[in-house]
């Protein structure tokens, strides 16, 4: 019994060394320091940096730093830079990339303007040290970032080019390292810069072009591997930082530049992004705050008034330099106050390159202790302002878009959207399940319906029993990204009338059904099933067409005739295409006429929609040859199409899917039929008469009459 106190007391000896141990110690501190400080209103990532602080070599010695504690930090920054590139609008960063690129040179120079004479005037420090240390002050990591995210405000502008901002400024202060640090050792020369310009242009070139079709290829031959993904992209992450190390500049770089190579290639709202960020939030970034905290030495503030005055000073301007650069941002671009106090949060933050150049200038010789010791209080202060800031903002702006999406959506009808999908075969279920997940609004509590219609015969109980038993892989998938699937089976003679019932009952939004068969002669004569459900659903309908991956696209075409935003769900169309392109990383180019496009535009304004919307000007909609010669094999062919009787309907897209699959056979195509307002007329108490016989005949004179007048005008 003594040998098994004594060896109790053996593994609890400070600093632990049970690895086990350690890591439950770890999970613990995550677990519960976030959740007991947000009683008192204090961010979770404090509650991390401060845990650090009090288990670290410097605080009661619970943990040492050791390599364990090293790899795990390199992950956490690793990942939270990967995010960032990951999770960044590319549309909203290439068309606000003049505005990365002033606030990139704003939070460089001003910060080092002001730090250079507090340096070398106020305290004294030759050129080297001044200069070194004042290029410290323009380096910011986004240790509050994940605050933005879990907020759901990352695609906001503001996040854009400060995290834009982050890697310029980021990689300035490094290359300055560089310089310095050659300098020193008198290495400045020539082939010093041929040596740093050809392996950032191969580091570039491996990232941009080679590691984006490698993906493409093992997205495409392993995508039934979901977990192989998630191992893949974590060795792409890796493998960057690798390869920026090798190119002379910091690792985060490299995490920074991955998550931009990979960002089109995997979808926000994908199974394999919430794994990603699941797993980072939930481990790696929290072990990465809680190193920061081990760094901090508190016995510092009480080695004497030249340190203490030091660590003030350094931290005073630290806090002050990324002020003034949020702030002359703020008045370039006109933002508000709130969205000045985000972009100064986010960047106020001194962590992991302000550590790296300290160290790196101790070591040498060019820095002494004082400015080592005010560097870690200015680490810990530094962020718990940016924490704070960044938190109080991002609530603000949170519930700004809230407010305005709930004001939005009472106006279009779109709050709580129910998506339903009608499945002929549940094989065709997985991609109609993806493209759902893609374009579903997250703030939406209803499921994603998955509907069967089972012939009413003999066998109707068994065939229910397994679509039941094939569906369960589709709740599984659902899961993956967080989104409840509900599974219906109905039994009915007609699918078209089963499908119309169902969506009125369970009040869905949007139906989404696949791609209509070759039909035969006895289809033609009795009514195709797709023309039934189009006439009988009077709800927002998508019939899709998925020969291939999302991953593979470069464009977004939408294709709007003539009166097309009149329709009563246009507004919920023209926001799912919006995230549609978001999700996909890819530009919407419009094919309308001016009147149209114009329109457009102005939907687009009043919804707030980040997706830029290009133009292409259509005058004559009975040829398609002006669409079609334009339209490439990696484009994502969105087409407007109206119902029967609505205002912008035209007879000569009546037989569209079979000329789409002809001319397109290697698209992904989307025909959207809009919801429209119908009216019940005086006529309709007359259920027995029916004009439609009326209808297609003068349809069918209408379109013999066009092809006789576009015969005469090529003769």
Known sequence: MIEFFRHLLHEFELPLSNPVLIFSLILFIILLSPILLKKINIPGIIGLILSGVVIGPHGLNILAKNSAVDLFST?????????????????????????????????????????????????KYDFNASFLTAS???????????????????????????????????????????????????????????????????????????????????????????????????????????LAEVAGVEPIIGGFVAGLALNPLIPHSSALMNRIEFIGNSLFIPFFLISVGMLVDVSVILSGPTALIVAGTLSVV???????????????FKYSKTERQLIFGLSSAHAAATLAVILVGFKAKILDENILNGTIILILITCIVASFATEKAAKKIAICEEEFSHEDAEKDQILDEHILIP?????????????????????????????????????????????????DKFVIQGSASEVKINTIARIDHNP???????????????????????????????????????????????????????????????????????????????????????????????????????????????????????????????SFDSISNDIKPTDLIVFNLSRKGSV?????????????????????????????????????AYEDFTATPLTKGLEAIEQISRGLGNILKKN
């Open 75 to 123: 992950i956490g920054l690793l990942y939270i830079m990967f995010i960032a590139g990951l999770e960044l609008d590319m549309n909203e960063f290439k068309a606000n990339r003049n505005k990365s690129l002033l606030f990139g040179f704003f939070t460089f120079i001003l910060p080092l303007s002001i730090g250079f004479p507090v340096c070398f005037y106020l305290l």
């Open 136 to 242: 410290m002050f323009a380096t910011h990591t986004l240790v509050a970032y994940p605050i933005v995210s879990k907020m759901g405000i990352a695609k906001n502008q503001a996040v854009a080019i400060t995290v834009g901002g982050t890697i310029l400024t980021d990689t300035a202060v490094l290359i300055i390292l560089a310089v310095i640090m050659g300098s020193s050792q008198g290495n400045l020369n020539q082939a010093f810069w041929i040596k740093l310009g050809i392996s950032l242009a191969i580091f570039s070139a491996i990232m941009f072009l080679v590691i984006p079709r490698i993906a493409k290829w093992f997205f495409k031959k392993l995508e039934s591997e979901k977990h192989a993904h998630y191992i893949f992209v974590l060795s792409v992450v890796f493998f960057a930082a690798f």
């Open 318 to 332: 630290a806090i002050f330099g990324k002020w003034i650069a949020a702030f002359f941002t703020q008045v370039v």
């Open 423 to 471: 499945l002929a075969k549940t094989s065709a279920a997985a991609s109609l399940l993806d493209f759902a997940l893609l374009i579903k609004d997250k703030k939406s509590s209803n499921p994603v319906t998955l509907l069967t219609i089972v012939p009413n015969n003999s066998k109707a109980e068994e065939n229910i029993m397994k679509y039941r038993k094939a569906a």
């Open 496 to 622: 078209a009338s089963g499908i119309a019932r169902t969506s009125k009952e369970i009040m869905s939004d949007i139906v989404i059904i696949g791609w209509p068969k070759k039909t035969g002669f006895l289809d033609k004569i009795f009514g195709e099933n797709v023309d039934s459900i189009i006439n009988n659903v009077d709800k927002n309908l998508f019939i899709c067409r998925f020969p291939k991956n999302f991953i593979e696209e470069k464009r977004l075409v939408f294709i709007c005739p003539p009166f097309s935003e009149r329709g009563a769900g246009f507004h919920l169309l023209l926001q799912k295409i919006s995230r549609l392109s978001q999700e996909l990383s890819i530009p919407i180019v419009l094919y309308a006429d001016e009147k149209t496009n114009q329109a457009i535009q102005n939907i687009a304004n009043h919804l707030r929609l980040n997706a830029k919307i290009g133009f292409k000007n259509v005058s004559d909609w009975d």
């Open 648 to 684: 912008s309907y035209l007879s000569i897209f009546d037989r569209l899917p079979q000329k789409f699959d002809k001319l397109f056979s290697d698209n992904n195509i989307l025909l959207v039929y809009p919801q429209d307002e119908r009216k019940e007329s005086a006529m309709d």
